[in-house]
C-alpha cells in the first residue's frame, strides 16, 4: 500500500525557517517524480515544487523561488521541503504527493503557522 | 502560467441527480505527443487530502466509481457525476499538468440539495 507521510509543521516566527519531511513506502520511491502542494486555511490547492526522480532537476513556484529548497533520499525513501524566511502567506497545510500518471497519492499533510 | 477556471463556485444537486461542473484553461493544455490533454479532476472532503479521480481529462483513476466521468479537450473540460451519492459532498478542483506550474481550478463545493 502506497503511503506518504508529512512531518516537520509547527509555529514559527515570520523570518523563521523549518524542515518538513515525507517519508514514502509501498513503492519505489526513486522512481517518482515528487511534488509538494500546501493550501492555506479555507482556500484552494496551491502548488509549490516538484523534484525528479534522481534529484537532478527542481522547480518552484513563483511565491517561494529562492526560499524553499526540495530534495530527496532515494535510499532512505524521504522527500524534504526547506522552507527559510517564512511570512504570515506561508502559512498552509502542506502535502507531498507522487506523480504517477499525475498526482495519484497524496499524504495527509502536515501545518506550517507563521505567526509572531 | 496557465489559469484554470471553474465553474460554478457552488452547486447544490438533490440525491440521485446528475452534478456537472466546468473547467476552462487559459491555453490548450494538449499534450502534442499523447494527443491527451493534461488535465486531472480531484475531490477534497473536510479534513481529508485530495484524492486523484479522472487524469488525461477523462481516464477514471482506479477505483473511482464509475459514475465519474470526465470530458473535454484543448481549453474546456467537464467532470459529471451521474448520480449523486451522499458520499460525493466535497470540493472538486481541476488542475492542469501541462506544463508547470501545475496550477488548480478554484474549487467547486458540491453539497446536497
Known amino acids: 500500500e502506497v503511503q506518504l507521510v508529512e512531518s516537520g509543521g509547527a509555529l514559527v516566527r515570520p523570518g523563521g525557517s523549518l524542515r518538513l519531511s515525507c517519508a514514502a513506502s509501498g513503492f519505489t520511491f526513486g522512481s517518482y517524480w515528487m511534488h509538494w502542494v500546501r493550501q492555506a486555511p479555507g482556500t484552494g490547492l496551491v502548488w509549490v515544487s516538484y523534484?525528479?526522480?534522481?534529484?537532478?532537476?527542481?522547480t518552484y513556484a513563483d511565491s517561494v523561488k529562492g526560499r524553499f529548497t526540495i530534495s530527496r533520499d532515494n535510499a532512505q525513501n524521504t522527500l524534504y521541503l526547506q522552507m527559510n524566511s517564512l511570512r504570515a502567506e506561508d502559512t498552509a497545510v502542506y502535502y507531498c504527493a507522487r506523480e504517477g500518471m499525475t498526482l495519484d497519492y497524496w499524504g495527509q499533510g502536515t501545518l506550517v503557522t507563521v505567526s509572531s | 502560467d496557465i489559469v484554470m477556471t471553474q465553474s460554478p463556485d457552488s452547486l447544490a444537486v438533490s440525491l440521485g441527480e446528475r452534478a456537472t461542473i466546468n473547467c476552462r484553461s487559459s491555453q490548450s493544455v494538449l499534450n502534442s505527443s499523447s494527443k491527451k490533454s493534461s488535465v486531472a479532476w480531484y475531490h477534497q472532503r473536510p479534513g481529508q487530502p485530495p484524492k486523484l479521480l479522472i487524469y488525461w481529462a477523462s481516464t477514471r483513476e482506479s477505483g473511482v466509481p464509475d459514475r465519474f466521468s470526465g470530458s473535454g479537450s484543448g481549453t474546456d473540460f467537464t467532470l459529471t457525476i451521474s448520480s449523486l451519492q451522499a458520499e460525493d459532498v466535497a470540493v472538486y478542483y481541476c488542475q492542469q499538468y501541462y506544463s508547470t506550474p501545475y496550477t488548480f481550478g478554484q474549487g467547486t463545493k458540491l453539497e446536497i440539495k
Open positions: 523534484i525528479n526522480s534522481p534529484g537532478t532537476t527542481t
